[in-house]
């Protein structure tokens, strides 16, 4: 709880604090293989969604099973 | 007459992570009109569970996107709990949740309900969530929260009515690293609060005054359990139009539960529309610290547990996907069309659960330990529109 607060703060923080000033080192024309759809870490919600019940209905473990979120920007 | 649920602990829990599930994976774009109709099917360990999923996803207003999921659990069950200390028992679980998205520059914001119903089970949840491109949309950085009550009831047992309250906080981190390298990174923080075991289950003990040398009584969980857990993903495009997928994730929680999993998948398309998806996945856990297989007497501790999801145990599962591409040149509102074909085989082996259906002739806390295939089975067909 402690780490994920200090993580929050963290990531809060860089949301702030970021004018989106870096230059970005892979631009957007240069995007084509990251935005192929082989490359989404979560093609088929429907799909993973289930077979994350799956698991989750049956082992211990649980959370941090989400695709985080994309990130290209290149659509 | 025990009856026993394969699933318990992770009921309202599912619920929670499906209103993950369906947020948008894109921050600073709305994710795509779409709809998915899928046919699932689980047999394992003498339990079959099948039925439908229904998705639909569509944006309005130029700034929103609307989700929602109706999804049936058809469970027939014969599981080595229940063969052992319960009867065997058929039910139906209902589940739907509802999504929206609202983007405003390199925000998105997303707020999501889900309800869950079964006969002794029922489970809501509210979800918050925040993302953001930063630095050249190359990072994208998400908050989430969710909250979700469950009621517990026990069938036969009017008297018996419980609640848990769940809250998840979730963060990740996704990154485009090079033109053919993405990283992910997701961490999540779950509390319970309430009743957390199955009022089906029970724990075996050691009794001299019994025929078999062994008795059972309920189970005892304690009643507040935090869990963190932390992946790390990462996707590569290949020289040739094809995409390598690895992924690891470490658990631990309040219980003395440690995990630890590893992904390896592969996604390949050919040229006639089809693409070709494999994967490896191994997953092991250490058990409970008030888990035990034979308690050396009648109520050993305060806490006690006998549960097989909270042993020592791994699992290895083996993936073929197969998509084929339709409707390419688009049909009246449709823009495109996938069908798919996704087939899982699960091997559970556990190390220190044991198998009371092969008892004849053997001490108690002799008997071999328990191990299990499953096959999981998705078809579904998905509409761009």
Redesign the interface.
Known sequence: ?R??RS??AL??F??AA?A?S???????Y??D??A?P?????R???????????????????????????????? | MFRAHGHWRNRGLALVTLVFAFEAAFAAVLPEDRADVLYHSYDGGGVTIDGPSVLVRKQFAGKFSASANYYIDSVSSASIDVVTTASPYEEERTQYSLGLDYLRDRWMFNIGFASSKENDFDAQTVSLGISQDLFGDLTTISLGYSLGDDIVTRRGDEDFSDTIKRQHYRLGVSQILTQNLLLGFSYETITDEGFLNNPYRSVRYLDATSATGFNYEPEIYPRTRTSDAAALRMRYYLPYRAALHLEYRSYSDTWGIDADTVELGYTHPLDDGITIEAKVRSYSQGNAEFFSDLFPYEQFANFIARDKELSTFSSTTLRLGISYDILDGGWKFIERGTVNFVYDHILFDYENFRDLRQTTGLAPGAEPFYDFDADVIQIFISFWL
Do not use: K, Q
Request: hydrophobic residues 40%.
């Open positions: 709880m780490l994920f993580l929050s990531l809060l860089a949301m970021s989106c870096i230059e970005p080192w892979v631009m957007p240069e995007r293989h990251i192929d082989i490359m989404s870490f979560d088929d919600p429907v799909s993973s969604s289930y077979i994350h019940h799956v698991y989750e209905a049956r082992e211990g473990a649980r959370g941090a099973t989400g695709s985080a979120g994309g990130g290209c920007g290149c659509n």
